[in-house]
């Protein structure tokens, strides 16, 4: 049984992908990390010996913190973090225990250079759709919360990716983007290895709609009827992905806990009665 201070590796795992996740942190020391160089989803590093820089910028926030077996490091972190207000749990088990569970993990090589506000950097096209909200959300929920995106005119993206850090995505030749008939989406949760039935049920349909293949899944019309929508609501492309943001949040809620559910109302009309 978990201690107060403790939360279970099936308890997180159901908040990952979801706005409810913690913020989680990852204090093991590099000869730990570099046995298997990879983050719990969403996850990222901080030096244990340090932690109280981050006491002042947790505060309000659920944290969680573990480290590779979930013992003094972390527990000592989270103790540190508590006695400045913060609340702070471990993960019983820590990365071991995540990893034996055969839960997902972004490998650490994958992600881009941070900035020196520790976030990762993404430009792609302005005016996005369907593929160019679907990724951020994506990284935002399963990479990097604090992710920054730029959107730029589409002559320009390789350029602002040059001259500011940043990953391009969604645009022809390079790294993350289309191949074949998968969609950037697709490629992203191939290349941070997020393979996992929910989120491959999702990509189908991001897949279906980005790429007008609504054949592989009846529920890609109404994504791009969303997308379009959102589209001409929103002139401002950062307000664009943030009301984006719930609409894949729902989508993925859907994916993982709803495909089973119907809708049961209006209830069937009664038959009429052989008299009446």
């Known amino acids: 049984m978990p201690s107060p201070t403790e939360i279970t590796i099936s308890q997180l795992a159901r908040l990952v992908g979801t706005p409810e996740v913690p913020v989680l942190i990852d204090v093991s020391v590099d000869e730990d990390f570099n046995l298997d160089p990879c983050l719990i989803p969403s996850a990222f590093r901080y030096p244990y010996d340090s932690i109280s820089d981050l006491s002042q910028k947790m505060q309000s926030k659920r944290v969680v913190v573990y480290c590779r077996k979930g013992l003094k490091l972390s527990q000592g972190a989270a103790a540190i973090l508590r006695n400045s207000g913060v609340e702070a749990e471990t993960l019983e088990g820590g990365h071991i225990g995540w990893r034996q569970a055969g839960l997902a993990m972004v490998p650490e090589e994958k992600l881009p250079q941070r900035n020196g506000q520790g976030q990762t950097v993404w ?154």
């Open 123 to 276: 430009v792609t096209r302005q005016r996005p759709k369907i593929d160019r909200i679907a990724c951020p959300w994506l990284i935002r929920r399963f990479v990097d919360p604090n992710a920054q995106f730029l959107f730029v005119a589409p002559s320009q993206v390789l350029s602002v990716a040059d001259r500011f850090n940043a990953a391009p995505f969604d645009v022809e030749g390079v790294f993350w983007s289309h191949r074949v008939e998968l969609c950037t989406f697709d490629i992203m949760i191939e290349e941070f290895k997020l393979h996992h039935e929910p989120l491959d049920r999702l990509a189908k349909i991001v897949r279906a709609a980005d790429t007008n293949r609504h054949d592989l899944a009846p529920e890609a019309a109404g994504l791009l009827a969303v997308s379009l929508g959102l589209s001409r609501m929103y002139r401002d492309d950062l307000a664009q992905l943030e009301a984006g943001m719930s609409i894949y949040d729902a989508f993925f809620r859907w994916s993982r806990d709803a495909t089973d559910e119907g809708h049961d109302w209006p209830a069937a009309s009664p038959r009429r009665s052989s008299d009446g």
